[in-house]
């Protein structure tokens, strides 16, 4: 029986057969693939033919297709439904995968034949994306090792493999604290918990098997528990459960590992010439140098400070009128936010959440992508590898674009956060190929599930990362979609989270959900007049970790990370009532593999340009206006990383933006 990961796709849209796939099926598939992909990469690096670009580079571009399919099934599962069998395989594959690249990368004569390319580029007619994919390769080539030799070529292979299994178990290990952790709730134990908290604590209870509400670590239920539980007490358990992932001793705790990560990191990039491991990955970002990350870090960092401090007064003052002594503590500061937030503005979380009901975002979402760039989305009934799952097909002017699949709630099997992936990029070489791309969030299940705002901007967010993938018009695969600079890849996330707050959208799909009724116009205006409100807190809390990331990275590798991370963050003089957005131990961006090591700045990065990029459309004919659509789309959303970052923008916006916009987008702004 043919194994159904390695047989043509007879599929619509030649999905993978979710239906058809057993775990059992991952491990012989992935053995026949890579087998597959080296008999592949010795055809090229063993041809008698000159080095040319079309039978060295292209046929690179052309490889491991059985390879992607078996990766792309499995990674998605993985991530969003992992169970004891599919760990293990993860556990298993990471070490076999970094040796496999490893001797890819390591291939003397694979190396020859695209340096002897790039070595007469010169005299090449190749388009612009030609010679681009030309340069990426060449450099992937140079950057993963492939010009050492001897000890140096062997101990850079180790280094890769050991990375590799390090990263699986981070995640691993972050993935059971998440999982197992949950603190049951009385009926003693509810009060000041809206019904929405409730009826989400209770829907985690079901999948505990607890009998009852239980608070999980899941950031859409211990968020809203920290904001409206009236128990100090225990708001003190959870966020300290919280705070404490990948920390709590045992054979799970991270602490160790992540020493190991950074250690290995920093030998590589010496390795490889480079002073440290933020030298190293800087090089082919934006910000190209430590300095210019901190640069932009430390304009944002002291106003933000200053707003945190001085809100930080008012929520005591406010904490010792109810009697509580001492200083206002991390599980306080969410409790009397939300409250000031209600005084200050009028608005209260459990008047506003009825009108975010997640079916709503997602056609509020589609909606904006129509208006915008023509997009069409009919929903599929197609096997998936969940029941929550759902698709739909993407089109425009009657053409097919896409498949987009939506994975959003919260449960046990899935690790914390939000990401989207594209199980299938677009390409046009060596055949036409559309676009499978996939939303995975965490939000809290309810009848109707609702959102918070904060979620709200999380599912555009996600979309707009999706509209990168769905949207790339380029040749090669490797430069599609999302395949940019790290601090370049968050602009059109971020830049699609604006359209949630065009009045407009929100008086469309704001609805009640019991009523049906359009947000009232006094609602959404304290909505919007609230956008900025505790910015100083979500500010200092995203640049400590940012600073701390690349502080970790630029200069030799901290012997106890946990140590550099207080010297970091006294040196910052961090406000005491605010901690990290992810602490070492649980900083998954950065130490579940290398995507975001030194790049966690790049969300900021990106918001300096994304909030200058919103004005364009506000300087001409509004959110809508169709030139500066198809102008985004043109130099942004279609091209991918087939020309360099600085350059898409600058043809977009006409130059390159300052750190003003973000500022006052923020209210920080002097």
Not at 322 to 334: A, F
Not at 607 to 621: L, S
Request: aromatic share 10%; net charge negative; with cysteine.
């Amino acid at each position: 029986m043919t194994n159904p990961l390695l047989a043509t796709w007879d599929t619509p849209f030649g999905l993978a057969p979710f239906d058809k796939i057993s775990d059992d099926d991952f491990a012989p598939a992935l053995e026949v693939a890579l087998a597959s992909h080296k008999a592949e990469i010795d055809a090229i690096a063993g041809s008698a033919e000159p080095a040319t670009f079309a039978n060295t580079i292209e046929a690179l571009e052309a490889v491991g297709r059985d390879l992607d399919k078996v990766l792309s099934a499995f990674y998605t599962v993985a991530g969003a439904d992992s169970n004891p069998a599919r760990e293990a395989l993860q556990r298993d594959f990471s070490p076999q995968l970094a040796a496999h690249f490893s001797e890819v990368s390591g291939n003397k004569a694979l190396f020859a034949r695209v340096a002897a390319v790039w070595d007469a580029r010169d005299s090449l007619t190749l388009s612009d994306e030609q010679a681009r994919v030309l340069m990426l390769t060449h450099r992937g080539f140079v950057r993963s090792g492939s010009a050492l030799e001897g000890a140096d070529e062997t101990r850079i292979k180790e280094i890769k493999g050991r990375l590799a299994v390090l990263g699986t178990e981070f995640t691993q290990n972050l993935l059971s604290d998440e999982r197992e952790w949950f603190m049951e709730l009385g009926d003693d134990d509810l009060d000041g918990l809206p019904e929405f908290v409730i009826s989400a604590a209770r829907a985690a209870g079901e999948e505990k098997e607890a009998g009852g509400p239980v608070v999980t670590l899941s950031r859409s239920i211990i968020v809203p528990f920290l904001q409206f539980s009236t128990r100090r007490d225990l708001r003190e358990v959870a966020y300290k459960a919280w705070g404490a992932r990948g920390a709590n001793g045992g054979d799970k705790d991270n602490r160790d590992i992540t020493a190991e990560i950074l250690a290995l990191r920093s030998e590589r990039a010496q390795l490889l010439g480079y002073a440290n491991f933020a030298e190293y990955k800087l090089e082919t970002e934006m910000a190209k140098t430590p300095q210019a990350v901190r640069d932009l870090l430390m304009a944002v960092w002291e106003p933000a400070k200053a707003q945190a401090n001085s809100d930080a007064e008012k929520l005591t003052a406010m904490m010792h009128g109810d009697g509580v002594n001492g200083d206002l503590e991390p599980w306080d500061w969410r409790f009397y936010s939300e409250r000031r937030r209600k005084e200050l503005h009028d608005l209260d979380e459990a008047e506003l959440k009825p009108y975010f009901q997640l079916d709503r975002m997602i056609d509020a979402s589609f909606d904006c992508a129509t208006r915008l760039f023509g997009l069409q989305f009919k929903p599929l009934d197609v096997p998936l590898y969940h029941e929550d799952c759902r698709a739909w097909e993407v089109t425009r002017d009657g053409e097919h674009i896409a498949v987009f699949i939506g994975d959003y709630f919260a449960r046990g099997s899935k690790r914390s956060g939000a990401w989207c992936s594209a199980m299938r990029s677009q390409a046009k070489f060596p055949q036409a190929q559309a676009p499978v791309v996939i939303n995975v969030c965490n939000f809290a299940k309810g009848k109707p599930a609702l959102l918070s705002y904060d979620d709200a901007r999380t599912l555009f967010h996600e979309f707009g990362h999706a509209l990168h993938q769905m949207l790339s018009n380029v040749t090669y695969e490797s430069v599609s979609g999302t395949s940019v600079a790290r601090d370049f890849v968050e602009l059109p996330s971020q830049l699609y989270e604006h359209w949630l707050e065009v009045p407009e959208v929100l008086a469309k799909f704001a609805t009640h959900a019991q009523t049906g009724e359009a947000m009232p116009e006094a609602l959404l205006s304290k909505v919007l007049g609230a956008a900025t409100y505790d910015m100083g807190f979500s500010t200092v809390e995203y640049v400590a970790s940012a600073v701390v990331d690349l502080e970790f990275h630029d200069g030799a590798a901290p012997r106890d990370p946990m140590a550099r991370q207080a010297e970091i963050l006294a040196g910052l003089g961090m406000p005491r009532a605010i901690t990290m957005r992810h602490a070492t131990p649980h900083f998954a961006h950065v130490f579940s593999g290398d995507g975001y090591s030194s790049g966690y700045y790049s969300y900021m990065w990106s918001e300096v340009m994304d909030a200058d990029a919103f004005e364009a459309f506000e300087e001409a004919g509004g959110a809508f206006d169709p030139e500066r659509a198809a102008a985004l789309e043109v130099n942004i959303l279609s091209t991918g990383g087939s020309r360099d970052a600085g350059e898409l923008y600058v043809a977009f916006r006409g130059r390159l933006p300052g750190v003003e916009a973000l500022l006052k987008g923020r209210g920080l702004a002097a």
